[in-house]
């Protein structure tokens, strides 16, 4: 017990640093973030696993040392519970006065046989194992709430249980995202996701084939209650599933409402704009036209979206777009969203021209843009403004590079009485989680619920009585019992049985 | 019609706070007289006890009934009192969720209301079982701070729920988690008052009004007996905390900051009922434990709600 006491605690402690310290799991852009402003620092807490906290080595030694003392505690208590469970309760002491909730009670009426016998019977009834004695004097001895220490053992072992299946399932888990324009496909196959986290036995082959679309990204506003005005208050996305030999099932994907997908669950994490983009080169081709998800900044969606033409001629063009859907201008003359919906949208770009360092087959970000090898024309302190533009406009780019396009996503009749709400594209992030040891692990946890609630509140007493016989005839009864672990309600549970059993022998 | 009742929540609020604020000075008052005049009863009453105590390992019921009651006029009225400050407390929480539509524990704000009142509730409750008005001071004070800070740092006006807050589970999650704090509060009072009461029956140098509380062996069961409910409560928090982050992050157990303080808090209260299962550990340790779970327990709604990064991030601040 004291080894386990230690190693409990030793554990509370241990798990406080990954709290302190952005971990790469829950928080990777966190990390990254400490590592750019500690360098030293964080070279120092990587070399102690500080960012893997759960998966480190000291970490894990702890709980491994703890469910080890664990299976030492729970295998010999559980033999000794099987031998207890067979073992008649024990013989009754001699001296019941010493032991808790004694009470005397005068029979005179009545002898020890049927007070000892009706004793027994009303034992059994409240759920005791009884064993008579013979004794000097006739006694029974009664005990219940084995189901204590059963309750115990299930709900370490259930532990036990829970961790087995969060390592074994854990192996078999996968999960990934993918950021999903409206109106296009997600084709579940490797390649095609964002990222991707696979468990230790993942194979490919276990990605059921289907393909999902977003046919519709819909936003709910709050607009009646100015405390929170234009605060979202529902977010659904419309998708079609196509399954080869199934028929089209269309289903919705909400914010605590995942969408169960072929034994996987499509869960909505994110959204924001994506607007599609055209660039034209001085040569008048165009370089480049794609429809861009920009990166959410704040609750009014101002957001951060990066374009590259490599392909522009005479030089590769690269921009920084930021998209406010409801643009308003600040007194210093910057722009800001107000509003998340798309009532004002405007893009405004910063271009840059060079080498967008994308030529010499290292992987870029896509949500960043290396500006060291550019000259920046547009925008910033180039002389020349950041180009604004509406959903439909095209401007020019500065120095003959070209024109770049806003494409409003409504074709033909652009103005309608949605006003500008369609203009431009939405993007859902999806999380798609595979994960076979869930049943599992809820399974073992609520096993131990149940033996933790038995553990605790199933009180294991003893229970004796004993008739003695009177010189003048009658009996003096005698009832005492023996609390086996804890049971703040001994007393009054002897006291209670003994009026019980006395009234019964008076009628 | 919403910031109607939101302000009538509000002004029920103020009158809680100032109706426990009468009998935080009234329970301040019974102490500081009971000092004055330790009966001669108590201390007979004590005697007893402690003769029970070293036969058996568990304490009894009977001696409350034997022993003469000492009465105590201002905790009667300090206990009246808390009553009639809940029922406003608690009508302020009712009116704030008739207001907003939803229950109302969905920002900090909301849950200091209502865990503050579920705490005072179990204090109101558990008098049914166990005396022990003698944490008055305790409990009133810990629910005016609650409900201060609530009210001055962390008031929100009323704003719709978050769609990632949109579900039962957080009746549920929530709503269980201020239970488990309810319990384990007053489980650290008594754990404190043991502390007070071990250190004056080993003849250490301590206040008078100690004589007319129960002796450190009956403070310690009880501390535990409120504890263990409130570990039960706080196990079903975690469970139900790993349902709702299925369904809503996709996973059931991510090591997020407050998912972490939540197993902080799990596995020291683990620690403290193995802590009474351990030779030398029980008595002033095991009491030091249950602090340090309930303060681990203040410290993850406080600090970790607002200083630490996380998915929890539902302060409304």
């Not at chain 1, 928080?27 to 990587?46: C, I, M, S, W």
């Not at chain 1, 960012?51 to 080890?68: G, K, P, Q």
């Not at chain 1, 021209?353 to 970000?365: K, P, Q």
Request: glycine share 10%; aromatic share 12%; charged share 15%.
């Amino acid at each position: 017990m004291r080894v386990a006491l230690f190693l409990l605690l030793l554990l509370a402690i241990a798990a406080v640093p990954g709290s302190l310290v952005p971990q790469r799991t829950s928080d990777p852009n966190g990390v990254v973030k400490y590592r750019k402003d500690n360098p030293e620092l964080a070279q120092f807490l990587d070399s102690i696993q500080a960012f893997d906290v759960y998966t480190s080595v000291w970490f894990s030694s702890i709980y491994l040392l703890l469910f080890l003392s664990l299976i030492g505690c729970v295998i010999p208590r559980t033999l000794h519970h099987l031998k207890a469970l067979r073992t008649p309760p024990p013989k009754t002491p001699a001296r019941l006065e010493r032991l808790a909730g004694f009470t005397t009670v005068d029979a005179p009426e009545s002898d020890a046989a049927t007070a000892i016998d009706s004793a027994r019977a009303l034992l059994r009834k409240s759920g005791y194992r009884v064993r008579l004695f013979e004794g000097p004097h006739l006694s029974v001895s009664a005990e219940r709430g084995y189901l204590r220490e059963t309750g115990n053992l299930v709900f370490h072992t259930a532990l036990i249980g829970v961790l087995a299946s969060v390592a074994i399932g854990g192996g078999f888990t996968y999960t990934g995202q993918k950021v999903v324009v409206e109106g296009q496909p997600f084709v579940n196959v490797l390649s095609d996701y964002s990222s991707f986290k696979p468990g230790r036995f993942f194979d490919e082959s276990m990605l059921p084939p289907f393909r999902m679309v977003l046919d519709d990204f819909s936003v709910q506003y709050e607009l009646e209650n100015l405390n929170a005005y234009g605060f979202p208050t529902d977010f659904t996305a419309d998708v079609s599933i196509y399954a080869p030999g199934e028929a089209v099932s269309r289903g919705a994907v909400k914010v605590n409402e995942p969408l169960a997908v072929l034994g996987s669950d499509v869960f909505l994490l994110g959204n924001g704009y994506a607007p599609r983009i055209t660039v034209a080169d001085g040569d008048g081709n165009v370089a480049f036209t794609d429809i861009v998800p920009f990166l959410p900044q704040d609750a009014n969606l101002t957001s951060i979206g990066f374009i590259k033409a490599p392909d522009a001629l005479p030089e590769q063009v690269g921009m920084i777009g930021f998209f406010y859907p409801t643009a308003a201008e600040l007194p210093t003359g910057a722009l800001t969203s107000s509003f998340p919906d798309l009532l004002n949208p405007v893009l405004a770009l910063n271009v840059y021209t060079g080498d967008l360092g994308i030529d010499d087959g290292v992987a870029r970000s896509v949500y960043a843009l290396d500006i060291d090898g550019m000259t920046q024309v547009a925008g910033g302190d180039s002389g020349a403004a950041a180009i604004r533009l509406r959903p439909g406009e095209t401007a020019q780019l500065p120095n003959g590079l070209g024109t770049v396009t806003f494409e409003d996503a409504r074709s033909g009749s652009p103005e309608t009485a949605n006003g500008n709400r369609d203009s431009v594209l939405r993007f859902a992030t999806f999380d798609l989680t595979h994960d076979p040891s869930r049943a599992w692990v809820l399974g073992f946890a609520l096993l131990a619920v149940g033996g933790l609630l038995t553990s605790l509140f199933v009180p294991r007493r003893r229970v004796w009585v004993r008739a003695i016989e009177q010189e003048n005839g009658g009996i003096r009864l005698e009832y005492a019992g023996l609390a086996r672990g804890d049971d703040p309600a001994l007393d009054t549970a002897v006291a209670d049985f003994a009026a019980r059993h006395t009234a019964g022998l008076k009628s | 019609m919403t910031d109607t009742l939101d302000s009538y929540s509000l002004v029920a609020i103020y009158s809680a706070m100032g109706v426990y604020t009468l009998a935080f000075v009234m329970f301040a008052l019974d102490l500081a007289k009971r000092s004055a005049r330790v009966p001669a009863v108590a201390e007979a009453r004590r005697g007893q006890l402690t003769n029970a105590a070293g036969i058996i390992t568990t304490l009894t019921h009977g001696d409350r009934d034997s022993a003469p009651k000492a009465r105590y006029k201002f905790e009667r009225i300090a206990f009246a009192l808390v009553v009639l400050g809940w029922v406003l407390h608690v009508a302020g929480a009712v009116l704030r969720g008739v207001a907003q539509g939803f229950v109302p524990w969905a920002n900090m704000f909301e849950f200091s209301l209502t865990s503050s009142a579920v705490v005072v509730g179990v204090f109101i409750a558990i008098q049914r079982w166990h005396d022990l008005k003698f944490l008055g001071v305790y409990i009133t004070g810990f629910a005016l701070i609650t409900l201060g800070v609530g009210t001055v740092n962390f008031y929100v006006p009323v704003k719709p729920l978050p769609p990632v807050l949109d579900s039962y589970w957080l009746v549920i999650h929530v709503f269980v988690a201020s239970l488990g704090t309810g319990f384990f509060a007053i489980g650290a009072g008594l754990s404190l008052a043991q502390l007070l009461q071990a250190g004056r029956e080993a003849g250490r140098k301590s206040l008078a009004l100690l004589k007319t509380l129960p002796n450190a062996i009956k403070l310690e069961n009880l501390a535990y007996q409120v504890t263990v409910v409130g570990f039960v409560f706080w196990t079903f928090t975690l469970i139900a905390g790993s349902i709702w982050a299925e369904r809503s992050w996709g996973r059931y157990w991510g090591w997020d900051t407050k998912e972490v303080w939540t197993f902080i808090i799990w596995v020291t209260y683990a620690g403290y009922i193995h802590a009474r299962a351990t030779r030398g550990w029980r008595g002033a340790r095991s009491s030091w434990l249950a602090i340090v779970g309930f303060s681990a327990v203040m410290f993850n709604y406080t600090v970790v709600n607002l200083l630490f990064k996380g998915l929890h991030s539902y302060s409304g601040l």
